[in-house]
């Protein structure tokens, strides 16, 4: 009768380890490439290397003649040649001209004597300059702003009180809206 072997009966039979890549040896550029000098000096422990340039410089492509477009000098402007289309409408339009000082004093007066009579916009109209430039030179002083701004409110209030429900109702949902942005 046979014994059966107690080593076989403890013994796997399938892998154990997920079998893995071994790490790359690369060899090391610096020493194994051609042409390259080297000089180690034993007393200091340093290491010189002397690699030439990959290529020899093409005398079809210098600093003084390259063959690359993107390394000539840009070439004179042709005054004649179309231009491409400006970006911006507002490019088009000729810059306005400075304003002179006597201009200037004068706008400032009309706005300061009626600012419901002389507005930005028709300031702006009259000196030929945007209301913009009209609101920097001649600011109103900030009581007389806020008094402004009340009549306004006023007035876009009574504008507001004519409107229907449904406007109503869309013009607030609206504002609560921006509160979450």
């Known amino acids: ?5 107690l080593s076989l ?7 154990t380890r997920i079998a893995e890549k ?3 040896r690369f060899p090391d550029p610096l020493l194994n490439a051609p042409n390259v000098a080297v000089k180690t000096l034993k007393d200091e422990n340093l290491t010189f290397i002397h ?3 990959p290529t020899v410089p093409s005398p079809h492509s210098t600093t003084l003649a390259p063959a690359s477009p993107l390394l000539k000098s840009p070439t004179p402007s042709n005054k ?18 400075r304003m002179s000082d006597k ?4 706008l400032r007066k009309l706005r ?3 600012p419901e009579k002389h507005s930005r916009a028709k300031l702006a109209k009259l000196f030929k300059c945007t209301p913009n430039f009209v609101s920097k030179i001649a600011a109103l002083p900030r009581p007389k702003r806020k008094e ?6 006023a007035e876009h209030e009574t504008v507001r009180e004519q409107w229907g429900e449904k406007k109503a109702t869309f013009v607030a949902i609206k504002q609560k809206r921006r509160e979450f942005w």
């Open 1 to 5: 009768m046979l014994k059966p072997r």
């Open 9 to 15: 009966w403890f013994t796997r039979g399938y892998a």
């Open 22 to 24: 071994p790490p790359a």
């Open 51 to 53: 690699r030439p340039p």
């Open 80 to 97: 004649h040649a179309p231009m491409p289309p400006f970006l911006r409408p507002s490019a088009y339009n000729a810059a306005p001209l």
């Open 103 to 106: 201009d200037i004093e004068q």
């Open 112 to 114: 300061l004597s009626n």
């Open 148 to 153: 402004f701004a009340r009549k306004m409110e």
